[in-house]
């Protein structure tokens, strides 16, 4: 099965500070097939950005995700509070595996 | 709206069986696969079980297959998941939640059912 790596484990961010954090599959990954989700303390996850680069609905603007292959990325153009939260990235290969998450804080 | 609301969760020991249930609304069930996804009390998400849109195609990973079971009534918008033989390492968060279709992402989760396996 394909591991995913996400770095960094912990993050902190200004408002207004331009975050970026990876997804580093084990193997070669569809980008149709890469998905990112983020999850509040005391809530189930929500899928957030689709296929490497689609915003769910109801996602603010200033997420962006990019990569192919076996580098995945997520960025906030300009952290807002609201963005605190951890982020789990998803890939299908034959089967389903999650990375381990990154929780981004404000600092 | 699309709405899911799990339930059947609580303490077993191990060895023994408990069902989940998943009750959807908001969407016409019997159009999408349906998945469980668990997560553990270290935050890890893990695959549990895929189900087809029918029921004729189920899914497991290694780790609980030949225990788990996953099952469906389109009738009723019921998703199931019958664990059997459950070991303490099954203890989790278990979620069901809807495919979105063609990228297979999850693109509604249930609040979730605990599941505490311990003796």
């Known amino acids: 099965q394909i591991v995913l790596t996400q770095s960094p484990a912990i993050m902190s961010a200004s408002l207004g500070e331009r975050v970026t954090m990876t997804c580093t599959a084990s193997s070669s990954v569809s980008s149709s097939y890469l998905h990112w989700y983020q999850q509040k303390p005391g809530s189930s996850p929500k899928l957030w950005i689709y296929?490497?680069?689609n915003l769910a609905s109801g996602v603010p603007a200033r997420f962006s995700g990019s990569g192919s292959g076996t580098s995945y990325s997520l960025t906030i153009s300009s952290m807002e509070a609201e963005d605190a939260a951890t982020y789990y990235c998803?890939?299908?290969?034959?089967?389903?595996?999650f990375g381990g998450g990154t929780k981004l804080e404000i600092k | 709206e699309v709405q899911l609301v799990e339930s059947g969760g609580g303490l077993v020991k191990p060895g023994g069986s408990l069902k989940l249930s998943c009750a959807a609304s908001g969407f016409t069930f019997s159009d999408y696969y349906m998945y469980w996804v668990r997560q553990t009390p270290e935050k890890r998400l893990e695959w549990v079980a895929t189900i087809s849109d029918g029921g004729s195609y189920t899914y497991y990973p290694d780790s609980v297959k030949g225990r788990f079971t996953i099952s469906r009534d389109n009738a009723k918008n019921n998703l199931y998941l019958q664990m059997s033989s459950l070991k303490s390492e099954d203890t989790a968060m278990y979620y069901c939640?809807?495919?979105?279709?063609?990228?297979?992402?999850?693109?509604?989760w249930g609040q979730g059912t605990s599941v505490t396996v311990s003796s």
């Open positions: 998803h890939q299908y290969h034959r089967s389903h595996t």
């Open positions: 939640a809807r495919t979105a279709r063609a990228s297979y992402a999850m693109d509604y």
């Open positions: 296929s490497t680069s």
